[in-house]
T-cell receptor, first 113, second 115 residues
Framework: DSGVTQTPKHLITATGQRVTLRCSPR?????VYWYQQSLDQGLQFLIQ???????AKGNILERFSAQQFPDLHSELNLSSLELGDSALYFC????????????FGPGTRLTVT | AQSVTQPDIHITVSEGASLELRCNYS??????LFWYVQSPGQGLQLLLK??????LVQGIKGFEAEFKRSQSSFNLRKPSVHWSDAAEYFC?????????????FGSGTRLSIRP
């Protein structure tokens, strides 16, 4: 158990819908990272937050957004969903903002039908 | 731009045999390098990391990796694999740009163990 929690574990929704994925980092970790893992794209970095502020952006679509709240939990919002958004979404956390050891959550499997 | 290449998509080794998983990176300065393992249906777990210092790093579960700057490589090794080592292995490179940082993952190598 990494100490990072993600909810929900599975999500099935229809095209055009909007969903919110939630992540709670390990106690004491200030950075939260979001990744998308799909068979054709591999593990793609989406975005990083550190202590409530956006720190780095990867291949995140404009339809996707994220935020980190004062209690350090983070949410990833995916809107206008397409079939291609079906993937595993991982959250990871680390103590600091530098690319140090990251602890991964179990992931949320999103299926768009 | 930083990048990571794992040239082997799938490797099968016999239980008890030695293992080497290849990783090549591209980065202009000294990178931060990582190896992660992902078991089926699980998140990623850090095996080991290299930031600086001794180029041979030891990790968990009996794994080690060697940083070779001249070859831009960070290969993962284990002298004797166990059936429980069957998983997907990811090499990753980290970089620090001003106030932003991110880690780039390779495409992964799936390891199967032959009984």
């Amino acid at each position: 158990d990494s100490g990072v929690t993600q909810t929900p574990k599975h999500l099935i929704t229809a095209t055009g819908q909007r969903v919110t994925l939630r992540c709670s980092p390990r106690s004491g970790d200030l950075s939260v990272y979001w990744y998308q893992q799909s068979l054709d794209q591999g593990l793609q970095f989406l975005i990083q937050y550190y202590n409530g502020e956006e720190r780095a952006k990867g291949n995140i679509l404009e339809r996707f957004s994220a935020q980190q709240f004062p209690d350090l939990h983070s949410e990833l919002n995916l809107s206008s969903l397409e079939l291609g958004d079906s993937a595993l979404y991982f959250c990871a956390s680390s103590v600091d903002e530098v690319p140090d050891e990251q602890y991964f959550g179990p992931g949320t499997r999103l299926t768009v039908t | 731009a930083q990048s990571v290449t794992q040239p082997d998509i799938h490797i099968t080794v016999s239980e008890g045999a030695s293992l080497e998983l290849r990783c090549n990176y591209s980065y202009g300065a000294t990178p931060y390098l990582f190896w992660y393992v992902q078991s089926p249906g699980q998140g990623l777990q850090l095996l080991l990391k290299y930031f600086s210092g001794d180029t041979l790093v030891q990790g968990i579960k009996g794994f080690e990796a060697e940083f070779k700057r001249s070859q831009s490589s960070f290969n993962l090794r284990k002298p004797s694999v166990h059936w429980s080592d069957a998983a997907e292995y990811f090499c990753a490179v980290g970089a620090r740009y001003s106030s932003a940082s991110k880690i780039i993952f390779g495409s992964g190598t799936r390891l199967s163990i032959r009984p």
